[in-house]
């Protein structure tokens, strides 16, 4: 039976109404504050104390007592200095999933277990799990199921995506079947109204309110390099690394009246190409491959069978679902699209649904030949082709 809970509290409303309503549940609520990140951004200021004050108020206001745990050392081994090789590498990184599935649901559930002897863990995310938003179904035989919340525009199991069986099933999301506007209600008339009023974080915590290129030259030394147009071949720019672009991207090219963006990056020349107009064919693929995959609860038997796996997937969170089909091969995944995506981006995390349940992810290596490219070949054909006619015309003549 689950008695004891340990739930991470950040400071924002969505933890606050979690700890309120496992508290109305009748639960020994142990709050836990996780301190990732120590270092100032560059007005001298660290939002980590910030958050911690307003998780203590929460603690105070729910009379729960609350843990401050420091795992800056773990975060900046296992997802920062990851994502500075990633960056170095050419690739773009996710640290958000990352520090799902190496921090929050890897120490602080060891944490929970080990210290407090809690017998399950909460978080604020907006997912729901086969077991129940607490656990009602749980089984200790069974392997549990990572589904979508029912408001479809916060579901936060994009970020989950990589999360071990081992904490997944011991984890409660008392807000997964609930909707933001419902959440902020609930703060609002139970003495949060503070926290309800409170602005939301956005973007990579350990960043804020910095330019991003700015901050990865703390980091990464510049490498300069050119940018060349892909239609022409000629030098258009240059950049200062290409850990400072990512693709799709807006290269923002003052000597140019264009509006250009990042459509491949060569490791080994440091060239960027880049293309006119947000929609040209170098920026969309309707293939790519990935390493090894992480599924969820169990391989599709789809792909156990060596058949295709009919599914949805994307790799933003903010992206709309594109339909795909999936083959499995020693090195990772082959996957085929049913239309085109744009930016298909090394490095990221392409994450597969099917009907209402997240199946996991694998991430992304690189994409096959642009439509550029494949519109390319086609045309070298079709001239190689004309010519070839050509020439048997002259010859038949002779």
Not at 115 to 144: C, M, Q, W
Not at 201 to 216: A, L, Y
Not at 313 to 337: M, N, Y
Request: glycine share 6%; with cysteine.
């Amino acid at each position: 039976m689950i008695r004891r809970v340990a739930l991470g509290i950040s400071g924002g409303v969505d933890s606050a109404v979690a700890a309120l309503l496992l508290k109305n549940k009748g639960y020994d609520v142990q709050g836990v504050f996780m301190k990732n990140w120590d270092i100032a951004d560059e007005k001298g200021s660290c939002r980590a104390d910030e958050d911690y004050k307003d998780a203590s108020y929460i603690c105070n206001q729910l009379n729960i007592k609350l843990h401050h745990v420091n795992f800056v050392k773990e975060y900046w081994n296992e997802v920062f200095c990851n994502l500075i090789k990633e960056y170095e590498s050419g690739m773009t990184p996710n640290p958000d999933i990352l520090c799902n599935r190496n921090v929050k649901f890897n120490y602080f559930y060891k944490y929970a277990m080990e210290h407090l002897k809690a017998d399950a863990i909460a978080t604020g995310h907006y997912a729901r799990t086969s077991f129940g938003p607490y656990l009602e179904n749980f089984n200790p035989n069974e392997s549990v199921r990572l589904l979508r919340a029912e408001d479809a525009r916060k579901d936060q199991t994009f970020f989950l995506c990589q999360v071990r069986q081992e904490a997944l099933r011991r984890t409660m999301f008392p807000l997964g079947d609930l909707i933001k506007f419902e959440v902020k209600q609930l703060a609002a008339q139970n003495n949060l109204e503070k926290i309800a009023l409170k602005h939301e974080s956005m973007g990579i915590c350990f960043i804020g309110s910095r330019n991003f290129q700015e901050f990865i030259q703390e980091y990464i030394e510049d490498k300069p390099g050119k940018f060349v147009d892909i239609d022409t071949g000629e030098v258009v720019g240059e950049h200062k690394g290409l850990h400072q672009w990512t693709l799709g991207q807006r290269s923002r090219l003052h000597s140019l009246p264009d509006a250009y963006f990042i459509c491949r990056k060569s490791l080994q020349d440091s060239i960027i190409y880049v293309a006119q107009g947000t929609n040209h064919p170098a920026l969309y693929s309707s293939l790519f491959f990935t390493l090894p995959p992480h599924w969820i609860h169990s391989q599709p038997k789809e792909l156990q069978r060596g058949e295709l796996l009919q599914c949805e997937f994307k790799f933003q969170h903010t992206q709309t679902w594109a339909p795909c089909r999936i083959l499995q091969s020693d090195e990772g995944l082959v996957v085929r699209l049913e239309y085109p995506k744009r930016a298909l981006t090394p490095g990221q995390y392409a994450v597969f649904y099917k009907d209402k349940e997240c199946l996991g992810s694998s991430r992304i290596l690189n994409a096959g030949v642009s439509d550029f490219m494949l519109n390319y070949n086609v045309k070298r054909a079709e001239i190689s082709s004309i010519k070839e006619e050509s020439v048997n015309k002259v010859v038949s003549n002779c």
